[in-house]
């Protein structure tokens, strides 16, 4: 049985999400990457203990002993796995941007990353067999560990000019969507001589302020509060703090594309070359940035642990999604929200304001469609389509990428739903959305042509 999506076990609490189902998740976790100490941490969702107490028991049952952090931001955890070579493993008790009424289980190797899908399998097969836990004197016990998230924030700022920061005299708004940040990126502010104003910084699992997700439309408040508090910046995150996205001194929303190109573009400077990593549905905005300053890009499949993998193979020195998900290879291999703020604080101090260094993108025009299209259809479409495709480069990475000399269309079976997602991009808005058409049209037809052939 299927049970891990893109981000760990995620549900409705009480409905998929039980108590029974997070202990047996937990047993088969420690079934899989025990023995040892596991760590355990959750964010601010009003299931929190309960679903963690769940996992703990099901790990201690099996004899793995449990490092409790208590409530911190996923790399916290990550860095505190990856630190600690007692730690096997890492469980985070979070559902990331979902509503308040679901939570969800994800699991971390023993290097800090995200668990591989062989391991998720792994422990899906676990959970689907008769699991056997050793005799009453093989239990494990927990140790409950109070200063994972200091000592996050330390490492973060080991790896930032902080003079640089104090010097620039920065002021921002925080928007900790109420989220495991609250404490974190504060503490952050303070430790980089930044003036900050926080809203949303009270933990709050019923998320009052907003939900957890760090949309335009979400951000409203922290637009207008940036602007009236005369800010260089606004910084938000997601309810688990992996991701962050910012706001310029004018109160304009950064997509997440153009934080991964200007931080990319720093990266590159600050090392004199570099190689950056993104996903085949990322911009363009990012190569050409990279490009301008002497780095290169390299694509992956969609999915921030590829692109952790791919980073920690090829060598490279900074990665991520445009969903606000950056990696920083100087810390740890994983989504980082508290190093993107830091990186973002640097680049800032450095680099000029953040409205300027947005100006000073290339601009592209990104179109986001989706068709429908039946799961088990979705290989045999893309081979068709793959097969009437005219003209442009293809790569077939993550569904089908069609590259031409002005920009690129993509499409890619959605993971969690019976669709097809239609990305067309190009420098002129014009030829974006003809692409746009012309491929959403192709595949419905393809479509048509794919089911009568069954
Ligand atoms: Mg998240």
Redesign the pocket.
Known sequence: MKMFGT?GIRGVVNGYMTAELALKVGKSIAKVLGPGTIAVAKDTRTSADMVSCAVEAGLLSMGADVADLGMVP?PALQYYVKTHPDVVAGVMI?A??NPPEFNGIKCVSSDGTECSHEEEAAIEDAYESEIACPGWDGVGSVRRVSDAGEAYVDAVVRNVDVRAVREAGLKVCLDCSNGAASQTTPLLMKRLGVRAVAINASQDGRFPGHYSEPTESNLEDLKRLVVETGSDLGIAH??????CVFVTGSGRFVPGDLSLAILGRSAVKRNGGGEVVTTVATSCVVEEAVKSVGGNVAYTAVGSPVVARRMIEGGSIFGGEENG?LIFADHQFC?DGAMSAAKMLEAVASGGSLDEQVDSLPRFYTIKAAVECPDDLKGAVIKEIARRCEGGRLNQKDGLRIDYDDGWVLLRPSGTEPKFRVYSESRDEKVAKERSERFLAMASDAKESVEGDR
């Not at 997601?238 to 991701?243: K, L, N, V, Y």
């Open positions: 981000n996923t979070t990331s941007h997601d309810g688990d703090a992996d991701r998900g989504r």
